[in-house]
Nanobody
């Protein structure tokens, strides 16, 4: 069975950092694209970042560019989302997702993990 497990969320003050992890099993990891999404209370889920594990190409939504970094070690699980200079507006439940076709800002990914809560206090 395909499984994705997101972890690493928590409570942090504005300006602080957190590193989220997305552990995957049950599929050929380096053939996939891993995306991070987030959903704040009362808002739609939005794409945050994505990485192509075959060539390490990465993509970021504008609001996190320069602050967040997506990575993996040699295209192996887990995929990390390093979040620096956190802002209260980054508060959300963060989800990781996997798809064999490509990165997308839409919720078209084949597999989803459960979310991990990130709360940034002002």
């Amino acid at each position: 069975d395909v499984q994705l497990q997101a972890s690493g969320g928590g409570l942090v003050q504005a300006g602080g950092s957190l590193r989220l992890s997305c552990a995957a099993s049950g599929f050929t990891f380096d053939d996939y694209y891993i995306g991070w999404f987030r959903q704040a209370p009362g808002k739609e889920r939005e794409g945050v970042s994505c990485i192509s594990l075959s060539d390490s190409s990465s993509y970021y939504t504008d609001s996190v560019k320069g602050r967040f970094t997506i990575s993996s070690d040699n295209a192996k699980s887990p995929v990390y989302l390093q979040m620096n200079s956190l802002k209260p507006e980054d508060t959300a439940v963060y989800y990781c997702a996997a798809d064999p076709i490509g990165c997308s800002w839409y919720e078209s990914y084949d597999y989803w993990g459960q979310g991990t809560q990130v709360t940034v206090s002002s």
